[in-house]
């Protein structure tokens, strides 16, 4: 993805929503860059709202830059309520996936199944046995934070900011959240894209 392109999804939205998060296995040469970036995008889209998952890594070093800016405009969301509350920056609002209706977890439980099938029978299963529940939760977490939800008043997602492993981008939590993205047409960036960007080099 472009700045161009970037900058023509955000601007076509009053309040969008950018994802930011990536890897946990995140490298420390690159962490203050991750928080330089998303401070200079909160600075640059005031009417931005910024969505993590609040993992340890990429999501934390996203999350410190944005709420150097606004830490309003960040939004957790989260597996379950507490759920690493002491990363949390003040201000910031959180949204536990337990707190959303039955009605949109299946709804979350669809198109996690639909980007990742291979997780259909851990879905199918969740409910009864406690060790699928608790790895179930962190999955729909990461696909409600590309749905959002009505109930809670989460706009979907607008666009993905994202930091992989370049060996392997598609791994874990991250590649599936960017299944869900690619599958609900929401266009991602990874580093090797944003990192280039001549507004934010510029900025540096």
């Known amino acids: 993805m472009t700045f161009t392109e970037f900058h023509l999804i955000v601007g076509a939205s009053a309040r969008p929503v950018i994802l930011v998060e990536g890897t946990r296995d995140l490298p420390d040469a690159d962490a203050n860059t991750l928080a330089a ?5 909160a600075g640059s889209y005031p009417n931005a709202v910024f969505r993590t998952g609040n993992a340890e890594g990429s999501d934390s070093a996203f999350a410190r830059g944005v709420a150097r800016v606004d830490p309003s405009r ?3 969301i989260l597996p379950y309520g507490g759920h690493r ?6 201000d910031a609002l959180c949204f536990p996936l337990n707190a959303i209706p039955r009605v949109e977890e299946e709804r979350a439980v669809y ?3 639909q980007a990742s099938p291979e997780y259909e029978s851990l ?6 046995i406690p060790k699928l529940k608790a790895k179930a939760r962190y999955l729909l977490r990461d696909t409600l934070k590309v749905v ?4 809670a008043s989460l706009a979907a997602a ?3 900011i994202f930091y992989v492993n370049p060996a392997d981008p598609m791994k874990g ?3 599936h959240t960017i299944r869900v993205c690619r599958k609900l047409g929401v266009p991602v960036a990874f580093q090797n894209e944003w990192m280039g960007w001549p507004p934010f080099v510029a900025a540096l």
């Open 148 to 151: 959002g939800s009505d109930s």
């Open 74 to 76: 960040l939004e957790y």
């Open 123 to 128: 879905l199918a299963k969740r409910d009864v």
């Open 173 to 175: 939590g991250t590649g």
């Open 37 to 41: 970036f998303s401070a200079w995008l």
């Open 158 to 160: 607008a666009v993905g």
């Open 111 to 113: 198109h996690t199944a």
């Open 85 to 90: 509350k002491k990363a949390i920056a003040p």
